[in-house]
């Protein structure tokens, strides 16, 4: 079984930064994408970041030069730093990982809550 444990959320004020951690443990093959995503309530989960296996950086526009998202192939961990923080990163992030074998499996994190607030 596939388990997806993130760390690192809390509380930070505006300007502040704040370094996400996914690892991923369990029997993993094949891992396609690792991303990450954010969501506040009465909206849809949205993306954030994406680092493809073949080396492709996506980011949503909202935090390009702001956030940077990091893969460790070797501990199956992706990581999200977050410099620059405004009220608007308020949301729960949560990690994804894609698997592709012979089907395509989707994995989610069960999420970290970020508070940026003075």
């Known amino acids: 079984q596939v388990q997806l444990v993130e760390s690192g959320g809390g509380l930070v004020q505006p300007g502040g930064s704040l370094k996400l951690s996914c690892a991923a443990s369990?029997?993993?093959?094949?891992?396609?994408?690792m991303a990450w995503y954010r969501q506040v309530p009465g909206k849809e989960r949205e993306l954030v970041a994406r680092?493809?296996?073949?080396?492709?950086?996506n980011y949503a526009d909202s935090v390009k030069g702001r956030f940077t998202i990091a893969r460790d192939n070797a501990k199956n961990t992706v990581y999200l730093q977050m410099t620059s923080l405004k009220p608007d990163d308020t949301a729960v992030y949560y990690c994804?990982?894609?698997?592709?074998?012979?089907?395509?499996?989707?994995?989610w994190g069960k999420g970290t809550l970020v508070t940026v607030s003075s």
């Open positions: 994804n990982m894609v698997t592709l074998s012979f089907v395509r499996r989707d994995y």
């Open positions: 369990g029997s993993i093959f094949n891992i396609k994408d």
């Open positions: 680092f493809t296996s073949s080396g492709i950086i």
